[in-house]
């Protein structure tokens, strides 16, 4: 096993780990008593949104780097081209979400007479809906950022949009 195949095992058990326990944080943070709560809603948020993240990634970065799809490289091509954006959207989903988080703890600890008013369940969805919307009109570029060429072993994929030749 090369360098590659070391780093993509290590990143499946990485996935596999995290997996399990977004998967249980999204199970309690999505039990009915726990969504009246802002906070709640957003790690029951986070906890999806970090979920999908890690199931995303293992297209991206795992099978690629294991060679078990060496004869499919036209359906890897296709996969990469669509995951790939998505995986990013769920990225930029994650870290704004966590800011989200931040602002919610930083109103309850420095100004507690407004948290009530300011976080609450519903404006906490209505943040999560936001989020992703921006997250999507953010990152649709990514869709178009690389090219399909196809071949006589199939399609491959090459850098499109940053490919600095197009600009020349």
């Known amino acids: 096993m090369d360098s590659q195949q070391w780093m993509a095992c290590s990143i499946l058990l990485l996935v596999i780990i995290g997996s399990f326990g977004n998967a249980l944080s999204f199970l309690l943070f999505s039990r009915p008593h726990m969504k009246c709560s802002s906070v709640n809603v957003l790690l029951c948020a986070l906890s999806f949104i970090d979920f999908s993240l890690l199931l995303l990634s293992i297209p991206t970065f795992v099978i690629p780097n294991l060679d078990l799809w060496l004869s499919a490289v036209t359906f890897l091509a296709y996969v990469l081209k669509l995951i790939y954006p998505l995986n990013l959207i769920m990225q930029t989903c994650s870290v704004y979400t966590m800011l989200v988080i931040t602002f919610e703890r930083w ?30 009109l953010y990152n649709f570029a990514r869709f178009f950022e690389y090219r399909l060429i196809h071949t006589t072993d199939g399609a491959i994929y090459e850098r499109w949009l940053r490919d600095p030749t ?3």
Not at 112 to 135: D, E, G
């Open 107 to 136: 109103t309850a600890v420095c100004r507690p007479l407004q948290v009530r008013v300011w976080c609450t369940p519903k404006k906490s969805r209505l943040a999560v809906l936001c989020i992703f919307v921006f997250a999507v």
């Open 166 to 168: 197009n600009y020349r």
